[in-house]
């Protein structure tokens, strides 16, 4: 199975901040890499797809690069209801898999 | 509006059954596959299963091989998951997706997702 490593596992930053959050694939995945906002008692929400595509509707601050086995999501400028947990994932080989989490607090 | 809705959860004891249901609307059923993911409490998510638009392919998380089936049914634009043996470790938030893929782009992603069932494997 590929497995997915998010660093970091949380952080806190302020409105305004610019925020990256990293993946990496234990094996190379090309492009298939996902990457899903969560928020408390909510379905994941898809911000970024085929690594580097931003889903309709999406505000422009999400970025997503990388190919490979490394990845980054960037948020450019934080902002109040981007505070959530965002999990990368692989759609390259089944099992898909995802990685742990990484939870956006607010400093 | 694409749109997928989960039911069926519940509490059930360990040993028991239960099937998930997923009801589609707002887009062509049987041209997509379509797949389930769980969470625990507190955790991340696991992928479950998966099923080809047609219904002629399935896949399974190792964690529930032989004991989860999934299906489909695309005259009523809904995918099931049955799920037996059931465990302590099968309690979870079951989500229904929608798997995309776009023959010009490489990948596959979930989108939407259900709102999800509670199942709760407890005596």
């Known amino acids: 199975d590929i497995q997915m490593t998010q660093s970091p596992s949380s952080l806190s930053a302020s409105v305004g901040d610019r925020v990256t959050i990293t993946c990496r694939a234990s094996?190379?995945?090309?492009?298939?890499l996902n990457w899903y906002q969560q928020k408390p008692g909510k379905a994941p929400k898809l911000l970024i797809y085929?690594?580097?595509r931003l889903q309709t509707g999406v505000p422009s601050r999400f970025s997503g690069s990388g190919s490979g086995t490394d990845f980054t999501l960037t948020i450019s400028s934080l902002q109040p209801e981007d505070f959530a947990t965002y999990f990368c994932?692989?759609?390259?080989?089944?099992?898909?898999?995802f990685g742990q989490g990484t939870k956006v607090e607010i400093k | 509006e694409v749109q997928v809705v989960e039911s069926g959860g519940g509490l059930v004891q360990p040993g028991g059954s239960l099937r998930l249901s997923c009801a589609a609307s707002?887009?062509?059923?049987?041209?997509?596959?379509m797949t389930w993911v769980r969470q625990a409490p507190g955790k991340g998510l696991q992928w479950v299963s998966a099923i080809t638009g047609s219904g002629d392919n399935t896949d399974y998380g190792d964690s529930v091989k032989g004991r989860f089936a999934i299906s489909r049914d695309n005259s009523k634009k809904t995918l099931y998951l049955q799920m037996t043996s059931l465990r302590a470790e099968d309690t979870a938030v079951y989500y229904c997706?929608?798997?995309?893929?776009?023959?010009?782009?490489?990948?596959?992603?979930?989108?939407?997702w259900g709102q999800g069932t509670l199942v709760t494997v407890s005596s």
């Open positions: 997706a929608r798997v995309v893929v776009i023959p010009t782009i490489w990948g596959r992603w979930f989108d939407p």
């Open positions: 094996q190379s995945i090309s492009i298939y």
């Open positions: 707002g887009f062509t059923f049987s041209d997509f596959a």
């Open positions: 085929a690594a580097s």
């Open positions: 994932q692989q759609t390259y080989n089944i099992p898909w898999t």
